[in-house]
């Protein structure tokens, strides 16, 4: 059964055309949509572990900018 998407392909479409200024295939943007969506995940659960470390069951921004280090 294929995964629900959580980045619109909306979204990924207008991230391309600002960078780019070209158009965009639908395949290019379920491309970026799958690879940003993955990306979150890995983010989210490295920032899962700083939160739960420090005692908190709220992730903040500090733990989002630790995960990405």
Not at 10 to 32: F, P, Q, T
């Amino acid at each position: 059964m294929a995964q629900k998407r959580v980045l619109s392909l909306n979204a990924m479409d207008k991230l391309i055309r600002e960078m780019s200024g070209l158009r965009v295939s639908d395949k290019a943007k379920e491309a970026l949509a799958e690879v940003l969506e993955e990306q979150a995940k890995v983010i989210s659960k490295k920032a899962a572990v700083f939160a739960e470390h420090a005692g908190r069951r709220t992730i903040t921004e500090k733990d989002i900018q630790l995960a990405l280090k």
